[in-house]
């Protein structure tokens, strides 16, 4: 039987706006002017619900935010308070909105069970923080798992003096994937059969067709139990990539005048996928990352995973559309938008490339090429010597013999595109840094993976069943290096705080998500100015709930004594 | 200020500092500080629906349970003689640290009834990456070709995945007249095109004093999805020692139609 509330929210849904029918205003194609429709000021309402949303005249449940999917754009200025209340208007779910990058008072962060207690069903919430940052960011469901049904979007907050980049007109660009299964049959699936989404697995007829890894290497990978083609785990076959919503065929468009200096702010909302970004025929001159400005670097093409944003220049200037092309990482599909002079305006899609296989490096075996003798060096798979701290659980598959800083090269399947690609090391910070001290001492933290049982921890421990949390002193300066022994890039992401990439550069790029690619080692210099407690997690929404998350504390609280 | 001309000192001292690329690890070493309880989040929230929200908390990211029920086998055995249908599979629920898992298997003779019927409930642990250890209950129906009731076991045994991705599991039992057997299965899957799977799958029965029966199948099933795929394939059997009933011939083979399927 179906209720009338139902009814209402179906019909609509299949009567609104756009082929998605809930797009919030600036997600709308061909959304003019300098700055898209916002929530701004110092008092927003938003509202947590629960709609039907129609994405490819297919509909599927989504939890919403005043209605919308992706969620109302907060635009805020440097410098003012806001006070944003959450009401939660789902039925028998708590909900919780957790600001991306955004420095704010611990208990404002938003994650239910270490910042507050989360927002129960009928319950309303008030965020209430200065803003004290300027630049690209969004915001996110920190609850079960309802980011990946919707519950995710932009905010923009205008600096309080002029922006140190020049543009003439910008658009929002959320990035994301919609699947019309539940995200905890997703999670079960992987749990069941780990390549369960995997539909571009090496075959016996590619074999014969001479495609993929040669036969030894086949054995030799099959002994090792490790599948060259497991890129990510949720993939095209299951998921639509969206651009601010609107499916591939919907084709969201933004317009641009012949000559403008347009900004793109790139967010990577997405649960599971790492997307490779571009415009045929355009530049793109990367301004800003994470929110912070960056040194400008152009290039063709860059990686971004989940959780991350990149402001983007481009500077069209003929009368022409161009396709904008957000290719999943695994290359089983793509988001795709168009920026054109005019509305109905399209360019060519290219066709997706063929996805990439793991190498041996990807499984932290350095440079070598197959061979594994390395003198003085356990090159095994799993062994304790290379890792002395991280008890070899079920959860840890391989213990990578020799991370490598993967930072100056091109991203997983970008190494041989024929043109440009932004690495991190790259990455300059605009600006001076603020704390010229060096480091006072390290910590190691390893990604482990288990891929045959999709399980996902820090130092081979899910949080799930007791973990203890990694300390910090209130100011001290803390190097972090984060080792991945998996075979597949984690986005890691620190609540509250930015961190300084070590990757080379006097002015070390500030950061507050990094994706550490398979086989690689990051270094990230840390203020631990913020004092309380924040969530430390891998950003592919799965990992995260597979355990792959902890707490990191910051002490003394403000009135503690040190 | 003084911070930058520290800064600049440490520099002249150390050139690797800020961005030591090799060890990636700072000249000098601070201790860590100690770890924190009380939660941050208590001071300010009621400390009570902050222990319910730590808890889910706890479920959400790394606790939580899953099921699935599988048949890997739902056939029909066209062979000389009697036709049979064959059933093999299993349903577990649990998390990463333990399972409970059923196992169950049977075959029905035209004619005849069931010839085999067993169940299996164990308990799961993972040792190491790969492998389960399960331990349990097993119990035969009675066939009706025997006048005896039914038997129970005490199960112990693996499932895991070896290298070369053989799917392999062994078990053995002991029953409630006191004999000892064991179970050894082995399988592995060809993957001929994304959807077209060859599946070779050896079983060996052993019990005490010799008795034997291997059982060889090799099935081809294409995935219409993941979850669902029909396929055909032969199966030989083959019984040695006192496992051969008089009268009857030691092996047979049969051709098989049949689907894979789970959720
Ligand atoms: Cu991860």
């Not at chain 1, 005048?257 to 347009?262: I, K, L, N």
């Not at chain 1, 060096?438 to 921890?457: C, D, K, Q, S, Y």
């Not at chain 2, 899953?66 to 299993?90: C, I, M, N, P, S």
Request: one cysteine or more; hydrophobic letters at 40%; charged letters at 20%.
């Amino acid at each position: 039987m179906m209720t009338a509330f139902d009814r209402r929210t179906l019909l609509r849904g299949a009567l609104g706006l756009g082929a998605v029918g809930l797009l919030p205003a600036w997600a709308r194609a061909g959304e003019v002017g300098r700055s898209p429709a916002a929530l701004s000021g110092e008092e927003i309402k938003l509202t947590v619900g629960h709609q039907m949303a129609t994405i490819d005249g297919r509909s599927g449940h989504a939890v919403t935010v005043n209605g919308s999917l992706p969620g109302p754009l907060i635009r805020l200025k440097e410098g003012q308070n806001v006070r944003i209340a959450v009401t939660n208007a789902l039925a028998d779910e708590d909900t919780s909105i957790h600001w991306h990058g955004l420095l704010v008072p611990f208990q404002m962060d938003g994650v239910p069970g270490v910042a507050f207690p989360g927002i129960k069903p009928g319950e309303t919430f008030t965020y209430d923080f200065p803003v004290r940052q300027a630049g690209t960011y969004w915001w996110h469901s920190h609850s079960g798992l309802q980011e990946q049904v919707g519950l995710y979007a932009p905010m923009i907050i205008d600096p309080a003096g002029e922006d140190p980049i020049g543009y003439d007109r910008e658009h929002v660009v959320v990035l994301s994937d919609w699947s019309f299964l539940h995200p905890h049959a997703l999670f079960r699936k992987l749990k069941v059969n780990p390549g369960h989404f995997n539909m571009q697995k090496q075959t016996f007829a590619g074999l014969l067709a001479g495609q993929d890894q040669s036969l030894k290497d086949r054995v030799a990978w099959g002994k090792m139990r490790m599948d060259p083609t497991d890129i990510a785990d949720v993939t095209g076959s299951v998921y639509t990539y969206l651009v601010n919503g609107h499916g591939p065929g919907d084709n969201w468009t933004g317009l641009f005048a012949s000559g403008e200096r347009v900004r793109l702010r790139f967010i990577n909302a997405a649960a599971m996928t790492i997307f490779n970004v571009r415009i045929p025929g355009l530049s793109l001159e990367v301004v800003a990352v994470d929110g912070q400005p960056v040194s400008p670097v152009s290039v063709d093409e860059f990686q971004m995973a989940p959780a991350e944003t990149f402001d983007v220049i481009v500077r069209p200037t003929e009368d022409q559309a161009f396709t904008l092309v957000a290719e999943a990482s695994d290359r089983s599909g793509l988001a795709r938008g168009t920026l054109a002079p005019r509305l109905g305006m399209s360019a060519p899609i290219p066709p997706v490339r063929k996805r990439p296989l793991a190498t041996m490096k990807d499984m932290g075996m350095g440079n070598m090429h197959g061979g594994m003798d390395m003198p003085g060096m356990d090159m095994s798979m799993r062994s304790q010597s290379n890792a002395p701290d991280v008890p070899l659980t079920p959860g840890v598959q391989t213990i990578a013999p020799m991370p490598m800083d993967r930072m100056a090269e091109p991203p997983q399947g970008l190494e041989d595109v024929g043109h440009k690609v932004l690495t991190y090391a790259q990455l300059a910070n605009l600006h001076e840094s603020t704390d010229k001290r060096p480091p006072g001492r390290t910590i190691e933290i390893h990604l482990t993976g288990n891929m045959e049982r999709f399980m996902w921890a820090f130092d081979g421990e899910a949080f799930g069943p007791i973990k203890k949390p990694i300390a910090f002193r209130r100011d001290e300066r803390v190097r972090v290096v984060l080792i991945n022994d998996t075979m597949m890039a984690h986005p890691i992401h620190l609540h509250g705080h930015f961190f300084e990439l070590v990757n080379g550069q006097e002015r070390q790029p500030l950061k507050h998500t990094v994706n550490v690619a398979p086989g690689g080692k990051v270094a990230f210099d840390l203020t631990a100015s913020e004092p309380g407690d924040w969530a430390f997690h891998c950003h592919l929404l799965l990992h995260m709930h597979a355990g792959m998350f902890n707490v990191v504390t910051v002490r003394p609280l403000d009135g503690e004594a040190a | 200020m003084i911070l930058d001309l520290q800064h600049e000192q440490h520099q002249a001292a150390d050139p690797h500092a800020g961005h030591d690329m090799g060890s990636m690890k700072p000249a000098a070493e601070a201790a860590p500080p100690p770890v924190v309880t009380p939660r941050a989040a208590d001071r300010l929230f009621d400390p009570k629906a902050m222990a319910a929200a730590r808890a889910q908390l706890m479920v959400e990211h790394g606790g939580a349970s899953v099921w699935t029920v599988r048949a890997d086998q739902l056939e029909y055995r066209a062979r000389k003689g009697a036709d049979a249908q064959a059933f093999e599979g299993e349903a577990w629920w649990g998390t990463d640290a333990g399972k409970w898992v059923v196992k169950a298997r049977g075959e029905r003779i035209d004619g005849e009834g069931w010839e085999k019927g067993e169940a299996e409930l164990l308990k799961a642990w993972p040792i190491g990456p790969y492998f389960d250890l399960q331990a349990g209950v097993r119990y035969d129906l009675a066939p009706p070709k025997l006048s005896k009731g039914g038997r129970s076991y005490a199960a112990l045994g693996f499932e895991g995945l070896a290298p070369y991705w053989f799917e392999v599991q062994g078990a053995a039992y002991l029953s409630d007249r006191g004999d000892v057997s064991a179970r050894a299965e082995a399988s592995y899957d060809l993957r001929l095109t994304q959807k077209l799977i060859l599946q070779p799958r050896v079983e060996a029965d052993l019990a005490e004093a010799g008795a034997a029966t291997l059982e060889g199948g090799l099935r081809l099933r294409y995935e219409i999805t993941r979850e669902f795929a029909p396929y055909v394939g032969v199966v030989r059997e083959r019984a040695f020692g006192p496992a051969v009933v008089a009268g009857e011939r030691a092996g047979s083979t049969a051709v098989v139609i049949g689907v894979r399927a789970w959720r």
